[in-house]
């Protein structure tokens, strides 16, 4: 009975000691300062180490403001604050990576998108994948203000061979859409093999699946765990 109770001490600490190890090294803490804010709080969403929703508020006290709390690894979060809407192109909101560790940020009310994050090495990796793609992603966004302007136009406003000539110019556009997209999937598919542990080529890979084969995908998949 002695013996059982001894080893019971030994044991329990023990345990104790190796949970506080794990849950230090899946410790993070982002702090950061805001611009411009009416607001006074800032919300962080993201999973945690147990594979739980986290929706965490922090206040901002003089344009600073800080989270804290544990995570398995690189994990995909959201930043938000006086956001007018549920949208992700919503100025005010932004996706990011956090990662274990001490990571500092700074933001902008309304240009939260240009939000300059250090001590994440995801996300810096996203950033830099965002500079390869900027080019052909600019013309994709004005190639479809082209293709609008161009249905703007009614049928009572123009003449037969107007309407020829505005349906030419649309398949032209669409013929140049269809390019550009498929630069902007080449380009992905091009990082994902070259950065296979990469937290970014898996969210990228996540967002393909509609556009790839199965045995595509498969194969990308697969070497993301190798």
Not at 89 to 97: G, K, Q, R
């Amino acid at each position: 009975m002695r013996l059982r109770f001894l080893i019971i001490l030994i044991i329990i600490p023990t345990f104790l000691l190796a949970q506080t190890l794990i849950l230090k090294v899946n410790e993070f803490s982002l702090s950061g300062v805001i611009k411009d804010n009416t607001d006074s709080t800032i919300v962080l969403r993201y999973i945690n180490l147990h594979g739980k929703y986290v929706k965490d508020t922090s206040l901002i006290k003089n344009g600073r403001f800080n989270f804290k709390g544990t995570i398995m690894g690189a994990t995909n979060a959201i930043i938000s604050s006086q956001t007018t809407s549920n949208s992700v192109d919503d100025p005010n909101l932004v996706e990011v990576f956090i990662e274990p560790g001490n990571m500092h940020a700074a933001i902008e009310i309304n240009h939260f998108k240009d939000i300059r994050i250090s001590g994440s090495k995801t996300q810096n990796e996203w950033f830099d994948f965002k500079k390869t793609v900027e080019m052909v992603s600019t013309r994709i966004d004005s190639t479809y203000q082209l293709l609008l302007k161009n249905r703007e136009v009614t049928e009572e406003e123009i003449n037969q061979t107007k309407k020829d000539s505005l349906n030419k110019e649309e398949n032209l556009l669409l013929k140049k859409l269809d390019s550009l997209k498929k630069d902007k999937k080449d380009t992905e598919l091009q990082f994902i093999k070259e950065n296979p542990a990469s937290c970014v080529s898996a969210q990228l890979l996540f967002y393909m699946y509609a556009d790839l084969s199965y045995t595509v995908y498969r194969k990308l998949y697969d070497n993301l765990l190798t």
